[in-house]
């Protein structure tokens, strides 16, 4: 066989298979794909009384609203009321675990110390400069 007509039959082949891709592509896309017909479901039509509802969107807010907050750092240790609940003025919302207290009042407690031991050392600078004074 010439290879001119290799060639040839060679292309018709690529050119049909392409087609047949393409198509292959074209029928999914119509029968399952994006191009697919929707499903309907029908139900049969009845005749029932209608109950009176209220349906809508919509919110709901407090009347008055409070910003409530810690006064002290910390972890929820226990919480007494949940979202919705009705809270009486005084009630207790939450427990906090002071998590840091320990370590902040031996803070403040050295932060005391150091305050004496420079009232301490002023004393003592101002008797030095007294007896340089005399001198």
Do not use: C, K, N, W
Request: hydrophobic share 50%; glycine share 10%.
């Amino acid at each position: 066989m010439p290879a001119r007509i290799v060639r040839t039959l060679r292309r018709y082949g690529l050119a049909l298979g392409l087609a047949a891709l393409v198509g292959g592509l074209v029928l999914f896309a119509v029968t399952r794909g994006p191009l697919a017909p929707v499903a309907v479901r029908t139900a049969p039509a009845v005749e029932r009384d209608l109950a009176p509802q209220v349906f809508g969107i919509g919110t709901v807010e407090a009347r008055r609203e409070y910003a409530v907050g810690p006064t002290q750092p910390g972890r929820v240790l226990r919480m007494h009321v949940d979202h919705g609940d009705r809270v009486g003025a005084g009630q207790v919302l939450a427990e906090i675990d002071p998590v840091d207290l320990g370590e902040r009042a031996a803070a403040a407690q050295a932060a005391a110390e150091r305050a004496r031991l420079a009232i301490t050392v002023a004393e003592a600078a101002l008797r030095e400069a007294r007896s340089r004074e005399e001198l």
